[in-house]
């Protein structure tokens, strides 16, 4: 019953927040009959900042959205949300911040098994992957496990970097970071979808469809054991459920 | 007693192996009367790989080097050992391995109770200070805490990179990773040193000393609620230690 959009970036190449992908959060919305949206902002330290920014932007789609940290009642705001956006910040801090609230399990169900769509950005779409290995953010504060929602049973690397032939810097290129995943012992761990910013993912029930808006610049897929390959726009990529 | 030699990074502007601080390498281990040190690769997956690079590195240093993944009672060859090295890599990896052998404890009395001194390098540095909260690695495992071995009450960012003006990516810039580190609500969270490359700390008991072999490029450090700071080559860093 899976209903996703998956974005990269929140916002691309300095453009205003979330506007390059304006059009596809409208029809997401609008074609799950959505106008009411609950936002997770725990990504980020300030809530009540978090969500006037994005509570405009929303607004402008003709949606209205409304943080959930207003509520006094958590479980029973997920139990009766009819859309989710998480938003982007520090992975750890957002995984974390569920947990602690024991949050996952209603935002899984309300998802899976209710067809609730979820849009995610960034740290948001970590979230809705298997687990929160392949994030690019500091581990400012440690939650009890890595597992995320696992509404995808594979990793997304978002803001994903190709190595860049000039650069003197000896930091490990995303390449080698997600070769030193796929290199554990004696573990099967999942594809990581490199996702370019400016690329996403559209998923619906055991369809997915890899969507972006800068030709040859869209996503890089790593299969333990196997070459690193390239995806285009509007590449399916659904064999990855079946992995 | 802590006598500690912590670089930024093992490989500098595509170099040799530690060859940009071979001096300060030999000079280190030679002042504490150490030859044969106890290396320690487990932030790889293939130690018998890493400690070859690496044996070979130090005996064109003039001493010896075996790696504790060899040993048939770990503990032990930690109690006996007169110098250590912690290689690069992943610092999840290595914290966690080191979590699972048990063996932090036993490298912290070594150092700080019996004087043994202590190199380290990227994620050998991040091992060094009170957590890993700043290594820029992927979470590819999940170690129980992130706490380290504590030598130092303060955290280091190795391969420190100041933002790019230039760029148009959108993931987050180090300052603002940091920046997220020092904004958890309620918390003392300790400064952080933002070390680049071609740069180290030299310690000896409570004398911090700040080195590189790059000018104007040494260090930046963010202390919380203060405006970050550059310090450069030569500066004294004890300060660090009460704060
Ligand atoms: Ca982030
Ligand atoms: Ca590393």
Not at 24 to 31: D, G, L, N, P, T
Not at 60 to 69: C, K, M, Q
Not at 154 to 160: A, G, L, R
């Amino acid at each position: 019953m899976r209903k996703l959009l998956l974005l990269s970036t929140s916002v691309l190449q300095n453009g205003k927040y979330l506007e390059y992908a304006s059009d596809v959060i409208k029809s997401f919305f609008a074609e799950n009959g959505v106008s009411k949206i609950v936002f997770i902002p725990y990504a980020a330290h300030d809530h009540d900042a978090y969500e006037r920014k994005v509570k405009d932007t929303f607004s402008e789609f003709g949606l209205e959205l409304n943080s959930i940290h207003r509520s006094g009642n958590l479980l029973s705001t997920i139990k009766e949300a009819e859309g989710f956006f998480v938003g982007g910040g520090n992975t750890f801090l957002l995984l974390k911040t569920l947990y602690d609230l024991n949050l996952l399990e209603a935002i899984r169900d309300r998802v899976m098994q209710d067809g609730v769509p979820y849009m995610g950005s960034s740290a948001g779409t970590n979230l809705a992957t298997v687990n929160i290995c392949t994030t690019n953010d500091m581990p400012i504060v440690h939650p009890t496990s890595l597992d995320a929602l696992g509404f995808l049973p594979f990793n997304i690397n978002p803001h994903y970097l190709d190595p860049d032939p000039n650069s003197k810097h000896m930091g490990e290129t995303r390449e080698t970071r997600i070769s030193e995943y796929h290199g554990i012992p004696n573990v099967r761990s999942p594809p990581v979808l490199g996702l370019r910013e400016g690329s996403w993912l559209q998923v619906k029930d055991d369809k997915i469809l890899l969507k972006g808006c800068i030709p040859n610049q869209c996503a890089r897929l790593f299969i333990r054991g196997q070459i690193p390959k390239e995806h285009e726009v509007n590449s399916d990529l659904s064999f990855l459920l079946n992995m």
